[in-house]
């Protein structure tokens, strides 16, 4: 699975959104347009994105833009893995 699919299945899981998320793409708007994540799903979005790639998260990292998209939210886990 890539880092995109792997970035997808996340998003799935953590927001219950049963499918749906397969069908975003990179342009798909996500904090503010998904009424599933609201702060706490954040949160837990962040703790299983760390866990499933091994990366640490510093609180000054992360912002509303890191969340826009699914695009953002995948060039954001780019960064924190190096490629």
Do not use: C, Q, Y
């Not at 994540?37 to 833009?65: C, K």
């Not at 969340?67 to 953002?72: D, E, K, P, V, Y």
Request: proline share 2%; glycine share 8%.
């Amino acid at each position: 699975m890539n880092i995109k699919d792997e970035v997808v299945a996340v998003l799935d899981e953590v927001l219950s959104l049963k499918g749906r998320a397969s069908t975003f793409s990179l342009e798909t708007p996500l904090l503010g347009a998904i009424p599933e994540l609201d702060s706490m799903a954040v949160v837990a979005l962040i703790t299983t994105l760390e866990e499933r790639f091994g990366f640490v998260v510093d609180d000054d990292e992360i912002d509303g833009t890191v969340f826009a998209s699914l695009g953002t939210l995948l060039n954001f886990v780019h960064a924190k893995l190096g490629v």
